[in-house]
């Protein structure tokens, strides 16, 4: 799914700035010619993309998502023409998920006539980095991880390339499950602007990955070490420089004096978005390098 480089566009940067509240109309419909190279491609993803379709009608109780008479008529009409733009990023994020979940059931036994369509794994590639791209080149902060599975809203794509995808290849692992867990609702907090519960959820994968740590290398902790100790302990064991005790203790920090995880009081705590922001991609870097320096 190559992107051609048109006279127009050649030599235009990308733009610096990333929103996330308007799907410009071009942006839909290169999705949409995505769409065509992919989820079109095959008669039998008609019966997966209606499952697709209730999936998402059930889950924001419709019957209809936007107008058309069919499923796929109504996800596209959608995709193009819906202003709700969460409801279309349900769509788009659906779409991805769905393609990702083809390579899972292609790779299943077969032992019968198997009407399901044939993605390879280079399919699934182009899908995901051509949209990621279209994304971009309209100044859209979002991308599709195919580690989390999800949409992430991204506020530089430098961080997000050398910081949070490393991160979720390294969560993705079995051993991480928990860990993944927290941090993905850390995410899900973020979007929905719930920037106390994202404090709290960074700094509890964060604990949950130095508590995987230590008991992967064997180094002694008690399960009810908070950040302080387990930090002391993987720097100890690690040779790190005393000096990242600092650094490392900060996500811990954020969590108790800007959050409401040890109770609120009597004056309610609401961290700005930056804050929030910052307190992911830290999360991030802190478990690659805490991964790296440890060699787990």
């Given at each position: 799914?190559?992107?051609?480089?048109?006279?127009?566009?050649?030599?235009?940067?990308?733009p610096?700035?990333l929103?996330?509240r308007?799907l410009p109309v071009?942006?839909?419909?290169?999705?949409?010619?995505?769409?065509?190279?992919?989820?079109?491609?095959?008669?039998s993803?008609?019966?997966?993309?209606?499952?697709?379709h209730?999936i998402i009608?059930e889950?924001r109780g419709?019957?209809?998502?936007?107008g058309?008479?069919?499923?796929?008529?109504?996800?596209?009409?959608?995709?193009?023409?819906?202003?709700d733009?969460?409801?279309?990023?349900?769509?788009?994020?659906g779409?991805?998920?769905?393609?990702?979940?083809?390579?899972?059931?292609?790779?299943?036994?077969i032992?019968?006539?198997?009407p399901?369509?044939?993605?390879?794994?280079?399919?699934?590639?182009?899908?995901?980095?051509?949209?990621n791209?279209?994304?971009?080149?309209?100044?859209?902060?979002y991308?599709?991880?195919?580690?989390?599975?999800?949409?992430?809203?991204i506020?530089?794509?430098?961080a997000?390339?050398?910081?949070?995808?490393?991160?979720?290849?390294?969560?993705s692992?079995?051993?991480?499950?928990?860990?993944?867990k927290?941090?993905?609702?850390?995410w899900d907090?973020?979007?929905?602007?719930?920037?106390?519960d994202c404090?709290t959820?960074?700094?509890?994968?964060?604990?949950?990955?130095?508590?995987?740590?230590c008991?992967k290398?064997?180094?002694?902790?008690d399960?009810?070490?908070t950040?302080?100790?387990?930090?002391k302990?993987i720097?100890?064991n690690?040779?790190?420089d005393?000096?990242?005790?600092q650094?490392l203790?900060?996500i811990?920090t954020?969590r108790?004096?800007?959050?409401?995880?040890?109770g609120a009081g009597?004056?309610?705590k609401n961290?700005?978005?930056?804050?929030?922001?910052?307190?992911?991609?830290?999360?991030?870097?802190?478990?690659?390098?805490?991964?790296?320096?440890t060699?787990?």
């Open positions: 799914m190559a992107i051609f480089d048109l006279f127009s566009k050649r030599d235009k940067p990308l610096d700035v929103q996330t308007e071009k942006l839909r419909v290169q999705i949409e010619y995505i769409w065509q190279e992919t989820l079109y491609k095959h008669n993803s008609l019966g997966f993309l209606e499952e697709l209730r009608c889950e419709q019957y209809r998502l936007s058309g008479n069919t499923a796929m008529e109504d996800l596209r009409h959608t995709l193009l023409c819906d202003e733009t969460d409801k279309v990023l349900d769509v788009i994020e779409s991805a998920q769905f393609i990702c979940k083809l390579e899972e059931i292609r790779e299943a036994p032992t019968f006539y198997d399901r369509p044939v993605y390879t794994h280079e399919d699934i590639e182009g899908f995901i980095e051509k949209m791209h279209r994304f971009l080149e309209h100044g859209v902060g991308q599709f991880d195919i580690n989390a599975n999800r949409l992430l809203p506020g530089a794509t430098f997000h390339k050398q910081v949070v995808q490393p991160a979720l290849a390294v969560l692992r079995k051993e991480f499950t928990n860990a993944n927290e941090f993905m609702e850390a907090d973020f979007k929905k602007s719930d920037f106390d404090l959820k960074c700094c509890s994968c964060f604990e949950s990955v130095m508590k995987i740590i008991t290398k064997g180094w002694a902790f399960p009810k070490d950040a302080a100790p387990l930090i302990t720097i100890t690690t040779g790190l005393s000096f990242f005790e650094p203790l900060l811990a954020m108790n004096r800007l959050s409401s995880s040890h009597t004056m309610p961290p700005p978005e930056h804050i929030a922001r910052y307190a992911l991609n830290a999360t991030a870097s802190a478990i690659l390098l805490l991964v790296e320096a060699g787990v």
